[in-house]
T-cell receptor, first 114, second 115 residues
Framework: GDSVTQMEGPVTLSEEAFLTINCTYT??????LFWYVQYPGEGLQLLLK?????DKGSNKGFEATYRKETTSFHLEKGSVQVSDSAVYFC?????????????FGQGTTLQVKP | DTEVTQTPKHLVMGMTNKKSLKCEQH?????MYWYKQKAKKPPELMFV???????INESVPSRFSPECPNSSLLNLHLHALQPEDSALYLC??????????????FGPGTRLLVL
């Protein structure tokens, strides 16, 4: 079945460092891909999405490009802030089932130190 | 506006209690979801409603009973829960089922503790 694999955390960076969180997927079709962020004690917020190959999603300085050839959707930010400390989930929508299912990766915890 | 609201924010209940979680959205979305999230894990899908009808039950124990009284509201009735049911319960909604690449928007969750 479809699956999402994220790099294990925690990822610890200094403020203004460059961020990459790797995400790769396995899917039989052409799913939509998402990054969600969960701040401590809160629900999930949509960070960005891409619905087809070569699409780039971007929001709040974060970017991710839908790469069909490498089945990847890596999250990047040029300069992280302490306020970016959170758990980041990569997810894909299971288009083949038309059930509304999101398949999540395990999550990557980001800690940004001042 | 992409807001999904959930009440209560926190809930403590005993194993013999009956309680309900509520979720509301006013975005005109016709698909609504309940998820359970344990600490340091991704959300796990429990139920999906589409056009106020139960579309998916992911083999959830009967002590969890969902209800969708109208297109804006989603409830989760809880009865005779176990301590292992303690978790963050998240509600989400989307225009339609995500098979059309519709984005799910999540509420802030209800943190449940079962004693």
């Amino acid at each position: 079945g479809d699956s999402v694999t994220q790099m294990e955390g925690p990822v610890t960076l200094s403020e203004e460092a460059f961020l990459t969180i790797n995400c790769t997927y396995t899917a039989t079709g052409y799913p939509s891909l998402f990054w969600y962020v969960q701040y401590p004690g809160e629900g999930l917020q949509l960070l960005l999405k891409a619905t087809k190959a070569d699409d780039k999603g971007s929001n709040k300085g974060f970017e991710a490009t839908y790469r069909k050839e490498t089945t990847s959707f890596h999250l990047e930010k040029g300069s992280v802030q302490v306020s970016d400390s959170a758990v980041y989930f990569c997810a894909l929508s299971d288009l083949s089932s038309n059930t509304g299912k999101l398949i999540f990766g395990q999550g990557t915890t980001l800690q940004v130190k001042p | 506006d992409t807001e999904v609201t959930q009440t209560p924010k926190h809930l403590v209940m005993g194993m013999t209690n009956k309680k309900s979680l509520k979720c509301e959205q006013h975005m005109g979305h016709r698909a609504m979801y309940w998820y359970k999230q344990k600490a340091k894990k991704p959300p796990e899908l429990m139920f999906v409603y589409s056009y106020e009808k139960l579309s998916i039950n992911e083999s959830v124990p009967s002590r969890f009973s969902p209800e969708c009284p109208n297109s804006s509201l989603l409830n989760l009735h809880l009865h005779a829960l176990q301590p292992e049911d303690s978790a963050l319960y998240l509600c989400a909604s989307s225009h339609a089922l995500a098979g059309d690449s519709e984005t799910q928007y999540f509420g802030p969750g209800t943190r449940l503790l079962v004693l």
